[in-house]
């Protein structure tokens, strides 16, 4: 008699295991001893707080500093430092540790954790993926000691180091800044300090990069023409949506929130806002103060995000650029979409397009259900929204004080960005279509 194997698809191991990750850290939260006062925390808060850490988002109901304390400030790290390299990563460096071996099942299920382009060589990347992640965030870590040890003291210094280095390459945005007594004011008192400011910037972009771009790039040195046409996609993307928007930044700024400031100092804040909103969650100028047209086109840059197998979320960058070559071949009635003498599957597209709907559709659905409990304006919900499905972490200040049914809302939409709506929609499927039934083909009229 044959042994019944039961084996989840990956969709559903994923989407269960980051449950998993979330319910266990919001258990931990509630508990007395995580929190300042000695008191339990609200369990709706700590769900909010363990979703956004394991998530990389960085919304908060209360100061991490002043609420969490030392021990909760080590269960919201632990949770980011997981989020951000993926649980299936955790498990496997687990593994390593135990011995074990690594099988075809785990291998399929770290492929698509880790944005893997397939099950060949993923043990290696995964690998790659642990050793990169850790030398990064001690390179980091060693730089902020620079300015956080003379700042805070050697046992605080060195603490808010490592802290800040693993949030800003994981893309959370969680920060310990509360301790210089103002509330949720991230890193606004080092708008012009060029080591935080720099320092910052460099982890989230090379978190957000992707570990297949790092994996490729380390192969290949930097014979550009050899990299896959994936990692040049990226390179390109990263540089056009690091500067440019820091351009467009400064311009609708420049009479506002940026008086006063020299111009050493507009310029580190103009980057550094125009790098955070994909999708670290840092902040040094105070968002509720920016234009409409500067939230706005922070709104844009929440929604595209960092790139596939990253820390990051958003629809992704290489999202964004299929679906703009898609539609320039459509325009001019191509069959196929060429990008860098390479010609990409339709099917892409497909999925691109899937994916680009259903974030509007789900971010369209919760702006307006928090608009009608809610008294906020548009733009500030939407913001918020964006920041949620997007696992950014900004918001303009209205977090702390949503009433509990938005802050489900934004429980599921972070849970969601992190996840992945398409991982998301394929773990709650039961069935396979598998009709051979081939229907008449019809016609509609389109525009």
């Not at 580190?268 to 234009?291: D, K, M, W």
């Not at 596939?308 to 299929?322: C, L, R």
């Not at 892409?348 to 659905?365: D, G, R, W």
């Not at 949620?388 to 849970?415: E, N, Q, R």
């Amino acid at each position: 008699m044959s042994r019944f194997k039961f084996r989840p698809t990956v969709p559903r191991v994923l989407a269960l295991g980051y449950m998993g990750v979330i319910l266990l850290g919001s258990f931990l939260l509630c508990l007395p001893i995580s929190a300042k006062s000695g008191e339990w925390t609200p369990f709706i808060n700590a769900l909010f707080t363990s979703t956004s850490a394991t998530c990389v988002t960085g919304l908060i109901t209360y100061d991490t500093f002043l609420h969490w304390s030392v021990f909760g400030q080590i269960v919201v790290i632990l949770l980011i430092q997981v989020g951000g390299i993926g649980f299936m990563t955790v498990v496997t460096l687990f593994s390593f540790a135990l011995g074990r071996r690594i099988g075809l099942y785990e291998r399929i299920i770290l492929a698509q954790s880790a944005g893997a382009m397939g099950h060949g060589g993923v043990v290696k990347l995964v690998k790659r993926i642990i050793i990169f992640t850790f030398s990064v965030e001690l390179a980091g870590a060693l730089l902020l000691m620079i300015r956080f040890i003379p700042d805070y003291g050697a046992g605080r210094g060195i603490w808010f180091s490592v802290f800040h280095s693993i949030s800003a390459f994981c893309n959370a945005g969680f920060d310990l800044m509360g301790v210089n007594g103002t509330a949720f004011s991230s890193l606004t008192m080092y708008v012009g300090d060029p080591l935080v400011n720099l320092t910052i910037c460099a982890l989230i972009v090379i978190g957000g990069m992707g570990y297949v771009v790092w994996s490729d790039i380390w192969d290949k040195k930097f014979r550009y023409k050899k990299y896959r046409l994936h990692t040049r996609i990226v390179l390109w993307s990263t540089l056009i949506l690091v500067f440019l928007p820091a351009l467009l930044i400064f311009i609708f700024e420049r009479n506002g929130v940026l008086v006063g400031l020299g111009a050493g100092e507009s310029f580190l804040a103009c980057l550094f806002q125009s790098v955070t909103p994909r999708t670290a969650g840092f902040n040094t100028l105070p968002l509720n103060e920016l234009s409409e047209s500067t939230l706005l086109l922070m709104d844009i840059l929440m929604l595209i995000g960092g790139n596939s197998g990253s820390t990051a979320g958003g629809i992704k960058v290489t999202t964004i650029v299929v679906i703009l070559f898609g539609l320039y071949s459509s325009v001019r009635g191509q069959k196929d979409i060429v990008i860098g003498k390479r010609s990409l599957d339709l099917s892409l597209v497909k999925q691109a397009m899937s994916l680009f709907a259903i974030y509007l559709i789900f971010t369209t659905l919760s702006v307006m259900i928090i608009c009608a409990i809610e008294p906020y304006s548009l733009s500030q919900v939407l913001f918020e929204c964006c920041s949620a499905i997007c696992t950014v972490g900004l918001t303009t200040g209205i977090t702390p004080s949503l009433t509990t049914g938005s802050k489900v809302i934004l429980i599921l939409l972070m849970y969601a960005g992190r996840v992945g709506v398409l991982t998301l929609a394929g773990a709650m499927m039961t069935k396979k279509n598998t009709s051979l039934t081939s229907r008449p083909h019809e016609k509609i009229l389109i525009g």
